[in-house]
């Protein structure tokens, strides 16, 4: 079974677990996934690995509440267990012979974001993070940001923390001062990440995307992830999540998003009221 030993609110949607799985955590790297369960009847759902302690034997998650799945799991405590963890999935972030980066994180993206940052850092590169938020109350994980960051550039919709602005505001204005990057490295929404991939190619800056789309059993076979990257079907689960984002169809893939929000819907009220007769 794989024990909680740690359970923190990061903002009033998005929670940290700190999960017992030591043969995971002996194999993870940043970029890859796990496939959750919380209940032996939950829906599986798949997310990135947000850190790991080799040494502890634990991998880190971080999950906004959003549907049913992750109301079922911050329904959890500290002691409690999953009923499923599985991994470590997908290809690793490619990180090999990067000297300057910047990385830029949008909302909960920026949990998968961190790691990478957090490696390049510790192999030598001088890494630039732009963070981006709608406002104050959803910053998370600004800390972890600062400790492994030459440069952290903190936005906010709303101007109510750090700068004003979208993150592509703060990147336009790194690469206008002379900042010549290896490679740009952008995760959070898919209209964030469409909008970085246009500013890079106007600069000609390579720009690496994560894409996590709908999966079911995260092996390829369903088909459920499927994206088209330069002009070829490919699958987020095994040939991703990482990909060139000059290649993505970002249209495509927020068309293919958008067709499961009624089903997400329905799964969260179940899930509402399931929860709340238990707390009854």
């Known amino acids: 079974m794989y024990r909680i030993v740690t359970k923190k609110e990061l903002n009033p949607t998005v929670t940290l677990m700190e999960i017992e799985a030591p043969l995971i955590a002996k194999k993870a790297e940043p970029g890859q996934f796990i496939i959750f369960r919380a209940f032996e009847d939950s829906e599986r759902v798949p997310l990135t690995i947000a850190d790991y302690d080799r040494e502890k034997g634990t991998v880190t998650i971080i999950f906004q509440i959003v549907g049913g799945a992750t109301m079922e799991l911050n329904s959890l405590n500290e002691g409690d267990c999953l009923h499923d963890f599985v991994g470590p999935l997908g290809r690793p972030s490619e990180t090999d012979g990067l000297k300057k980066v910047a990385v830029v994180g949008g909302g ?93 190619k106007k600069y000609d800056v390579k720009t690496i995307v994560s894409m996590n789309p709908i999966m079911i059993d995260g092996t390829g076979m369903c ?58």
Request: aromatic share 8%.
């Open 223 to 280: 088909g459920g992830c499927r994206l088209t990257v330069g002009g070829e079907t490919k699958f987020a689960c095994v040939d991703g999540p990482d990909f060139d984002g000059h290649l993505v169809d970002f249209d495509e893939a927020m068309h293919r998003g958008s067709m499961y929000r009624d089903f997400e819907a329905h799964a969260r009220e179940a899930s509402c009221n399931l929860l709340n007769k238990e707390v009854k």
């Open 108 to 200: 909960v993206g920026c949990a998968i974001a961190y790691p990478i940052a957090k490696k390049l850092h510790n192999l030598g590169a001088e890494v630039h993070s732009i963070v981006g938020f709608r406002n104050k109350d959803l910053v998370i994980l600004e800390d972890e940001f600062k400790a492994v960051s030459d440069k952290l550039c903190m936005m906010t919709d709303d101007g109510s923390y750090g700068t004003k602005g979208l993150v592509t505001n703060a990147l336009e204005e790194l690469i206008k001062e002379g900042n010549q990057y290896d490679e740009v490295i952008a995760i959070g929404p898919v209209i964030m990440m469409k909008f970085v991939c246009a500013l890079t």
